[in-house]
Structures are given as C-alpha cells and as structure tokens.
C-alpha cells in the first residue's frame, strides 16, 4: 500500500500488481479522509452535539464494515471497485430520495416543536439509510 508515493502506485496498477483486495482498502481510505474532512469543517463552523460527532464516526464505520460486506458477498476475483462504484450510484440517488421523504416528517416535528434539537433525529435516520445502502449493494453485488 503506497500512501505517498502515486507515481509507484500509477506503475503498480498498470503491471496489474494491484489486488481487488487492495483497491477496496484504496476505496475506504479515500472516503473515510472525506468524511473526516466533512467533520473538520462541521467542527470549525458550529458547536457540535455529541450526536453530530456520533454520526460521523458511524459514516466511517458504516463505509469500511459496508464494503467488506459487498467485498466478501462479491464472488468474481476481478472488477470489484469498477461495479461497486458504479452499482453505488442509483443507490445512492435512492437513499438521498429516501432519505429526503423521511426527513420532512421529522423538520415538520421540530418546526411545530413537536420534537427538540437534541433529538439524535439525523443520527438515526443516517444510520438506518447506511445499514439500507450496503445491504441492497452487497446484495447486488452478489449477483455477480
């Protein structure tokens, strides 16, 4: 695994030297950083409830654990990132629709303050849709 060095990595890639196993770690890295610095950014800006802090952690969680699910549903030994990437996109279209429609109820609640902002609202409707997404994907992915 090359963490600095991409010109390595680019020759590696080319001679086929890079495993499927690999590439998947590759994939996870790179999107935990992302959500890493989506909370880094979310830190400076507001103060942050613990639930917010919570959510990010679980986005990570839910990444690495949801991709060694679709990893090890996927039976083939080749092509693995290229479908997870692309079988990723209509599922993520839906879970932001889905997620969207299950969100209105709940900023209903807080408008009419049904509900308070301490409610860890997000936190479990993120939680719900990530457990959502990587089930259909590892499911899909298995089809293979």
């Known amino acids: 695994m090359y963490f600095w060095k991409a010109e390595s990595l680019q020759t590696d890639l080319k001679a086929g030297a890079v495993t499927e ?10 999107y935990s950083f992302i959500v890493f ?17 919570i959510e990010y952690i679980l986005m990570v969680v839910a990444l690495a654990l949801g991709t060694i699910f679709a990893f090890k ?6 092509k693995f990132i290229e479908r997870f990437i692309c079988l990723s996109f209509p599922l993520m279209i839906r879970m932001l629709t889905y997620t ?3 969100a209105i109820p709940f900023e209903v609640m ?13 936190l479990i409707l993120t ?8 089930r259909r994907l590892g499911i899909l992915m298995g089809k293979f």
């Open 21 to 30: 196993k690999d590439m998947a770690l590759y994939y996870v890295l790179t």
């Open 37 to 53: 610095a989506m909370w880094s950014v979310d830190v400076n800006k507001d103060p942050l409830q613990i639930f917010d802090h």
């Open 73 to 78: 549903k996927y039976t083939p030994a080749d």
């Open 100 to 102: 969207i429609l299950l």
């Open 110 to 122: 807080l408008e009419m303050n049904i509900m308070t902002k301490s409610f860890p609202y997000f």
């Open 127 to 134: 939680t719900i849709m990530n457990i959502w997404f990587y």
